[in-house]
């Protein structure tokens, strides 16, 4: 059988209960889950297992029915994409006011065009 990983069961409670996903507390709070000595053992699925276990009332930490529900889900983007996609609809913005700038200058410069050929027969 396979060494238990010592996680901080408080801890990882407490950072799961405010909406983060298990792959998220690994990835960005291993050095709040897990003791100093232990900060290279356990995985992203060992962690989601033992979540699972403090759901079922395994552990000595639990996570109640009633916590679970009151527990905003993780979001459905990342904050990296989130902030791309800010990013890219304001230059977004910027480059539509340019292109109907654009637009409008040629629409004036073809009316324009268009006048002096008829003024000319």
């Given amino acids: 059988m ?3 990983i010592p996680f901080i069961l408080s801890k990882v409670k407490e950072l799961y209960l405010q ?3 298990t792959a998220t507390i690994f990835r960005d709070y291993r050095n709040q ?3 100093p000595e232990d ?3 356990g995985t992203a699925v060992a962690l989601k297992s033992l979540v699972q276990r403090m759901k079922r009332g395994e552990e000595s930490v ?3 029915k009633a916590e ?3 527990r905003t889900p993780p979001p459905k983007v990342s904050e990296a994409q989130q902030a791309a996609n800010r990013a890219y609809t304001a230059k977004k913005l910027e480059y539509t006011d340019d292109l109907i700038n654009e637009i409008d ?3 004036m410069k073809v009316f324009k065009e268009i006048l002096i050929t008829r003024l000319e027969w």
Wanted: hydrophobic share 40%; aromatic share 0%; no cysteine.
């Fill in 105 to 107: 200058t040629l629409k």
């Fill in 68 to 70: 679970e529900r009151l």
């Fill in 39 to 41: 900060i290279n053992k």
């Fill in 2 to 4: 396979s060494e238990k």
């Fill in 19 to 21: 909406g983060l996903s």
């Fill in 33 to 35: 889950i897990l003791a």
């Fill in 62 to 64: 639990n996570i109640s």
